[in-house]
């Protein structure tokens, strides 16, 4: 491109682009250096200097456990995409390198039951996990975000495997490979890319899930979106202790989040936009 | 070359996903449909039974119902008006040359990271919160009384958090959108004289509408199931005041245990995400056939 760039142009967008940056990012900045105050500091009005104090921490693990909820998001989220990737493999696998006339219109089934509003099917999924003992238990809950996350998952696997192209499978049947061996030795390797980001972006929708992980458990499979509910009735100075539990609660996915800005848009578009 | 082998082996490898789906979709929607139209209090068993459509009548002669439906309507175009606008706006930013880029990029996706309960309780007590809050320290800054967000504004406040959760998705993706147009073509328009706005309007917008379309379906699909920030911070109120349809189908199957009316609420949930999600299959089904 030799679209000449002033330096003036240059620094005008750059001093307007973080300011809006910082703008947006300020609550999250500000939870994380609150969570650095004592309970005394964080209401004395507005200050970007914590003392440094990492008393609110010790505190949300003391008083309530923490680590008990960090371990069921870890179990849940990634649990549920584990079990949705055994499910969707084959299906998307099958549907980019053998479709069929019907396979367009499975897929835009499949997305229109992820249209179907949660709240429509509360009532009948409670009852149904209260008969069978599911409530409050990790299995149910795995199983439930399985099954919401599903379409999605079928999606982006299958716009990833669409795109490998098929001329390598035809040569690979030429060469007499069956078709397991073509699966295992051939296509595996050029697949990976698309299933690891399928699970990571996956991962952090079912971390994020917060209408079934709060309404389906109490306290054995209750993960962090339950727990830091809890947080929703004020108890005495709390200030620096929700801060702290939402920077815990938030920090590993934020992480994982940088890193799959792509694959976001991809997925969650459908591969619409890319 | 599809033998008939590997046609029933596809068939085989499809099953689960097709079964799963299907059983999930259709079980418990049929209970939903069947319990809308019976009086069913777990409480109270005396009354139950069939009731034709009365829960469905609710919604005409129950103002709650109403207005949770007009508050799902308002906060769906609310937050769609502030981050699709906000979302070119950011995204027009981000495009420009500039240093730091990536990191820019960072801070202003991270919001989409934040799981929906801390970032509703976030934003009440550190942010909106009467006495204590950022706000609030703003406004006493300027000599001003602070604003009371959730007890005068509940659906504002909502609003609020909601767009800020929402507004880095819609950036992201009309930036991918506008990344991918041809630099060559911007150049030529430039040369041919063209503006800054004549090229936004001509140029630019066409080519970042289909982008457009996809952000106002998907965020319509979540925004119509807002759930978890108004849990945390009102409560659905004062009153009904921020109380969704999502939102009062829960309390009246969960803490009223009227599941007759729950689940009349539920159906019309169905209706209005059904009537989204046409338009939304429309345009993703386009997208396929390329």
Redesign the interface.
Known sequence: MARAVTTRHKTIATAAAWIAALLIFFPILYTIITSFKSEQEAIQGFSLIPSGTLESYSEVQAQSGYFKFFLNSVILSVGSTVLALVVAVPAAWSMAFSPTRRTKDILMWMLSTKMMPAVAVLFPIYLIFRDTGLLDSRIGLTIMLMLINLPIVVWMLYTYFREIPGEILEAARMDGASLWNEIIHVLTPMAVPGIASTMLLNIILAWNEAFWTIRLTTTDAAPLTAFISSFSSPQGLFWAKLSAASTLAIAPILIMGWFSQKQLVRGLTFGAVK | M?TQQ??S???F??A???I??FV??I???A??LW?SFQQYNPLNPIRDGFVGFSNYALFYSNPAFLQSILNTLIIVVAVLAITVVGGIL?AL??D??????GF????????????????A???K???MHP??G?FA??ARFFGMEPIDWFGQHPLTSIIIIVA?QW???AT??LL??LQ?LD?EQ??AA?MDGAGFLSRFWYLTLPHMS??IT?VIL?QT?FL??V??EI???T?GGPGYASTN??FL??QK??LEFK?GQ??A???I??I???I??FF??R???K??DK
Do not use: C, H
Not at chain 2, 96 to 101: A, F, H, T, V
Not at chain 2, 104 to 119: D, E, G, K, Q
């Open positions: 599809a590997t046609r082996l596809a068939r490898m499809m689960p996903s097709v799963l789906l999930w979709m079980v418990p929607l209970f939903t319990f950011l930013l981000l420009q040359p500039m240093w730091g880029q820019v990029r960072i801070l202003v996706i991270s919001p989409f990271f934040v799981m929906p309960p801390v970032a309780l976030v934003w007590n550190m942010i006495q204590y950022v320290d703003i800020w507004l880095p998705f992201l993706i991918t959108a991918s630099g911007k150049e430039e289909r982008a996809v998907i699909i119509l199931s759930y978890a849990l945390v911070t409560n349809l999502p189908v829960y199957a969960l599941i729950a689940s609420g539920g159906i949930a169905v209005l995400a059904n989204v999600a939304a299959m345009a993703v089904g997208n396929l």
